[in-house]
């Protein structure tokens, strides 16, 4: 099992205290993950999820 970072198979989670988590963007790459995640709101919690 190889890994590809160029594979579309991440998902960016945002994490509520009280609420269900909710889903931000899918099927996207981990670069873009992590562009997403650098550049969003600090004050909510995301986590970058295998989909």
Same mark, same amino acid.
């Given at each position: 099992?190889?890994?590809?970072?160029?594979?579309?198979?991440?998902?960016?989670?945002?994490?509520?205290?009280?609420?269900?988590?909710?889903?931000?963007?899918?099927?996207?790459?981990?670069?873009?993950?992590?562009?997403?995640?650098?550049?969003?709101? *600090? *004050?909510?919690?995301?986590?970058?999820?295998?989909?």
């Amino acid at each position: 099992m190889g890994f590809f970072t160029d594979d579309r198979q991440y998902k960016v989670v945002e994490r509520h205290f009280l609420a269900p988590d909710k889903v931000v963007l899918n099927e996207v790459t981990m670069d873009e993950a992590k562009q997403f995640v650098r550049g969003a709101d *600090s *004050s909510h919690d995301y986590v970058i999820e295998h989909v």
